[in-house]
C-alpha cells in the first residue's frame, strides 16, 4: 500500500508539471526589490565597461541558472559591456561557454573583443584573493590557452578596479567568498544569483551592502527575462512552479489532518 | 544528425534515470554508473586543462626564461599523489598542511574580516523603525539561543526562546525555497523532453 | 620529522595569508600572491585522490567477480571511454572544450542529462516527504510550516492571485525575520571558522595529518 501511496505522489507532481506546459498560459511575474537592485546595478554601468561573470554551478544547478545566466547576458549586450566569464566549479565551464556562443551567435559578438572565458582555476576563495591583486597570476590564458595579454578586452584588464561589477552565479558556497571578499578586501561591486536551496543564506549579505543585489532560484531568473524583455524558460516554468507548489501544500495539509485524526482516535 | 542522436541519447538517459522512480532497476543502474565513470574521467582532464598545462607547464619556460620558483608547487603536486603508495604515503602530508594552512588562514581572514564585522556593523540600526527593531532583537535572540556557556534560565531562557522562534522562521523559508529549488530542476528536465525531444512544446 | 615538518608548513602559510590581508605591501603581499599560486596548482591535484579509490574499488569487484560486478565493468569503460575521447579532443582541436570536439558532445548529450535528472529526482522525494512527514506536532513545527508556505505562495504567481499582497509578505519574511536568524546563525558559525583555524594554524588541531 505504501509503495503505491509513493507512486500516486510522484505521477500527481509529475502531471502538476507536464500539464501546465501542455497549456502555455502566460503570467506576469512581479519584480522583487533584490532583483530590480541587482538589474539597477548592471544598468548604472557605462558602456564598455568590463563585467566578470563567475559560473559557479554545474549541470544539476542548470535549470534554474543557466536562465538567469543567459537573461544577465542579454543585459549585458545591449548595455554594451564587455564580458569576462570565469568557472569555479569545473563543470560549470562548457555551460558557460554554451550560454555565450548562443548570446554571440544572436548579437554578432566578437570573441577576445566583446567577450572572453578565462576558464576554471581550482582553488577557491585562493582565487578570488589572488585575482583582486592581478588576474594575470592566475589566469594568463583563456580556457583554450590563448594568452590573455593578446585579447583586446583583457588588455586593460588587471584587477577587480577594472571590473564594473562581479556576477556570480552560485550553487553552493562559492557566493559566499565572494561576498566575504569582494566588498570587504577589495571594494568591489558584486551581484550575486543562486540557486532557491542557497538563496536564503545570502540576504544578509545583501542586508550588509556586500552585494549590491540578488536573483533567487527560477523565480528570480523569470523576473530577470521580464526585466530585460526577453521571457522565456524560466517565465513559463513559473506556472508549473505554482501548480507544484499548490499540490505540495495540499499533501501537506493532507498529511497534517490525517496525523490530527490519528491523535485523536488514540 | 549528430544533433538529433545526441538529443535522444539525453532523453533515453533521462528517461532511464527517472524510471528509479517505479523502482531500482538495471537501466537505472547502468545510467548511474556510466555517469560516475564519465565524470571521473572528465575531472582528469579538467585537472589538466586547466590547472598542470597553463598553470606549471607553459609557465615552466617563459621567453626562454625558466621559472624555477614552480618546481617548489610541482613538488608538493608530486607529493599529494604519494598518497597512492603506502609506504611513501605519509609524504601527502607536507602538501595536504599546505593547502590546509591556506585555507586556515583564509578561513580566519575571511571569517573576521569579511563576515563578523560587515554584519555586526550591519545590525548596528537606529531602531527607528519595526524592521529595525525585529532585526537587531532577532540576531541577539539567535546568539543568545546557541550561547551554552551560562544556563538557559530565567530572563536568558525567554530570550533564547525568541531566537528558536526566529530559527524556527529562518528554516521554514529555508524549506520553501528548498521546495522551489527541487520543483525547479524537474521542470527544466520536463522542458527539455518535452521541447527538446518530443517537440511538443516551442 | 613526519609530523614536525606539515606543522611548520601549516603555521607559515596560515601566517602569510593572515598578514597579507592587514599588509598588502612588499614583501608580504607579494609573498601571500605566491603562495596563493602555489595554492591553486596544488588544489588542483586533490580532485585527483578520489578517482584511485573508485578505479580500486570497481576494479577489485570485476577481479572477484562480486554480484554486480558487470556495472563495475560499465564504469571502468565510460572511464576509460571518456578519458580517451579528451585526449583525442586536445590533440585534434588543442582543448577538449572546443565546440566541436567530441569531448563536448559527451558533456553535452551524456554527462548534462544524466546529472541534471539525477537531482531532479529529489523534487519527487519532497513531494513524498512534504505528504508523510511534515507534521505540525509542536508551535515550533507549525510556525516552520506556515512560513514555508507562505513563502512557497509569495514566491510564485499562484500567491498574488490568492492576495495580492502574498508576493511583499514573503519578501518581508526573507527581508527580515528570515535574514536576521540567518545573521546571528552564520555569526555563529564564523566564529567558530576563526576559532578553528587559530588551532590549525597553531598547531593545536591535528586530525588532518591522520
Known sequence: MRGLERR??????????????????????????????????????????????SIDYDPASMPELQPMLLAILRHCVKKKLKIILMAHWPLGVPLGQEAIEKIAKEYGLKYG??????????????????????????????????????????????????????????????????????????????????????????????????????????????????????????????????????????????GNIIYILQRRRK | MMETLGVWLAAGFTLCIFSFLYKDNPFYKLA????????????????????????????????????????????????????????????????????????????????????????????????????????????????????????????????????????????????????MARISLLIGRIHFLLSDWLRIIK | MRREVPLVITFVTGIVIIIGLFVPHKPFGEIQQTFLKWYVIIAGFT?????????????????????????????????????????????????????????????????LPLSATMFSLLAFFIASAAYRAFRARNVDAALLLVAGILVMLGRVPLGSMLYSKMPQIADWIMDVPQMAAKRGLLIGIALGQIAMSLRVILGIERTYLR
Open chain 3, 47 to 111: 580532485l585527483l585522490l578520489g578517482i584511485d579509490s573508485l578505479v580500486i574499488t570497481h576494479w577489485g569487484k570485476i577481479k572477484r567477480r562480486q554480484p554486480g560486478f558487470g556495472y563495475s565493468v560499465v564504469l571502468i569503460a565510460s572511464l576509460a571511454f571518456t578519458l580517451i575521447l579528451g585526449i583525442y579532443s586536445i590533440i585534434k582541436y588543442g582543448s577538449a572544450f572546443d565546440v566541436r570536439a567530441p569531448f563536448m558532445y559527451l558533456y553535452m548529450h551524456v554527462i
Open chain 2, 32 to 179: 548511474e554508473h556510466i555517469y560516475v565513470g564519465a565524470s571521473a574521467a572528465y575531472m582528469v582532464i579538467f585537472v589538466w586543462s586547466f590547472d598542470v598545462k597553463p598553470m606549471l607547464i607553459d609557465r615552466f619556460i617563459v621567453n626562454g626564461k625558466v621559472n624555477w620558483s614552480l618546481l617548489f608547487p610541482a613538488f608538493f603536486s608530486a607529493l599529494m599523489l604519494c598518497r597512492f603508495i603506502p609506504r611513501i604515503a605519509w609524504l601527502s602530508r607536507w602538501a595536504i598542511a599546505f593547502t590546509v594552512g591556506i585555507g586556515a588562514g583564509i578561513g580566519f581572514t575571511m571569517g573576521l574580516h569579511g563576515y563578523i564585522l560587515p554584519q555586526l556593523k550591519a545590525t548596528m540600526v537606529p531602531l527607528v523603525n519595526v524592521n529595525n527593531i525585529i532585526i537587531v532583537i532577532g540576531v541577539l535572540s539567535v546568539l543568545m539561543y546557541f550561547y551554552f556557556s551560562i544556563e538557559h534560565k530565567g530572563p536568558v531562557k525567554y530570550v533564547s526562546r525568541l531566537g528558536r522562534i526566529f530559527i524556527m522562521i529562518a528554516f521554514g523559508a529555508s524549506f520553501g525555497y528548498t521546495v
Open chain 1, 113 to 254: 573583443e566583446d567577450y572572453v572565458n578565462l576558464g576554471y582555476r581550482p582553488g577557491g576563495a585562493g582565487v578570488i584573493i589572488s585575482m583582486g591583486r592581478e588576474i594575470r597570476d592566475i589566469f594568463d590564458c583563456d580556457f583554450k590557452g590563448t594568452p590573455v595579454d593578446s585579447l583586446p578586452l583583457m588588455r586593460n584588464v588587471h584587477n577587480y578596479d577594472d571590473i564594473g561589477v562581479v556576477i556570480g552565479l552560485e550553487a553552493g558556497s562559492v557566493g559566499d567568498w565572494w561576498a566575504q571578499n569582494l566588498g570587504p578586501r577589495f571594494g568591489a561591486k558584486l551581484i550575486l544569483g543562486s540557486t532557491a536551496v542557497v538563496t536564503p543564506d545570502l540576504y544578509p549579505y545583501l542586508a550588509s551592502g556586500q552585494c549590491q543585489g540578488l536573483i533567487g532560484g527560477l523565480r528570480g531568473a523569470a523576473e530577470y527575462e521580464n526585466l530585460v524583455g526577453h521571457p522565456s524558460v524560466a517565465t513559463i516554468g513559473m506556472i508549473p512552479q505554482s501548480a507544484a507548489h499548490a499540490l505540495i501544500i495540499i499533501f501537506i495539509i493532507i
Open chain 1, 8 to 53: 500516486i505522489i510522484y505521477l500527481l507532481i509529475a502531471l502538476s508539471v507536464i500539464i501546465p506546459f501542455l497549456f502555455k498560459i502566460k503570467t506576469k511575474v512581479e519584480i522583487s526589490p533584490p532583483v530590480m537592485s541587482a538589474y539597477n546595478t548592471i544598468e548604472s554601468l557605462k558602456e564598455g565597461t568590463p563585467v566578470l561573470i
